[in-house]
């Protein structure tokens, strides 16, 4: 089964400053890949995805994220963070060889931001 | 909107309980899913089903059982509560299989086994 190894359970970032949230996979495939967010107290919501196509992928409320596949990554990256990014992000990626159903996700990363 | 609805946001059960979760979604997707969320662990997949009656193990199904007799509600079952059983519960639904399109979730449920 695929793994997805987020680094950094905890990030804090100043107000207008970049935010940068790594994801590494572990696959000789390809898979797709996936940032979900989670803001308090609720379900997930889907930011971004890359299936196939442009590496760099633009997503909701200003996130991108750009698949390397020589390194497999795929860090989400924001140019400047604002209060209501708040919130724990998690990455996640589905087994284009395996054929699984489901996604597999990674340990998430909460991210915090200063006024 | 495609709505997933969780029917308990908080439950407290005694260990050796017989404890139902259930999951209810409104957009007639074929794909439902169980996970649960724990602090660094991130999501992990208890079970999933692709059609009424079809379910596939997860990476967690120990301890854990589902039921789909209709398409739009998948109940997680805990035969025998346990305190390692305390956790976020999280449900999810899809209109394809992982990745096609998008997951979409319920707001949780929060378990707590004493």
């Known amino acids: 089964a695929q793994s997805v190894t987020q680094l950094g359970s905890h990030v804090s970032v100043s107000e207008g400053a970049l935010v940068l949230l790594r994801c590494n996979y572990s696959?000789?495939?390809?898979?797709?890949l996936f940032w979900y967010v989670q803001y308090p107290n609720q379900g997930l919501q889907l930011l971004l995805k890359?299936?196939?196509?442009?590496?760099l992928v633009k997503g909701i409320n200003g996130f991108e994220a750009e698949f390397k596949k020589s390194e497999t990554s795929f860090h989400l990256t924001k140019p400047s963070a604002h209060m209501s990014d708040a919130a724990e992000y998690f990455c996640a990626v589905s087994e284009t060889d395996t054929g699984r159903r489901a996604l597999t996700f990674g340990s998430g990363t909460r991210l915090q931001v200063q006024p | 909107d495609v709505k997933v609805t969780q029917s308990s946001r908080y439950l407290v059960k005694r260990t050796g309980e017989k404890v139902f979760l259930e999951c209810v979604q409104d957009m007639d997707h074929e794909n439902m899913f169980w996970y649960r969320q724990d602090p660094g662990l991130g999501l992990r997949l208890i079970y999933f089903?692709?059609?009424?009656?079809?379910?596939e193990k997860g990476d967690i199904p120990e301890g854990y059982s589902v039921s789909r007799e209709k398409k739009e509600r998948f109940s997680l079952i805990l035969e025998s509560a346990s305190t390692n059983q305390t956790s976020m519960y999280l449900c999810?639904?899809?209109?394809?299989?992982?990745?096609?399109?998008?997951?979409?979730f319920g707001n949780g449920t929060r378990l707590t086994v004493t």
């Open positions: 999810a639904s899809s209109l394809q299989g992982a990745g096609n399109s998008p997951l979409h």
């Open positions: 696959s000789s495939v390809p898979p797709y």
């Open positions: 089903s692709y059609d009424v009656k079809m379910k």
């Open positions: 890359y299936t196939t196509g442009a590496t």
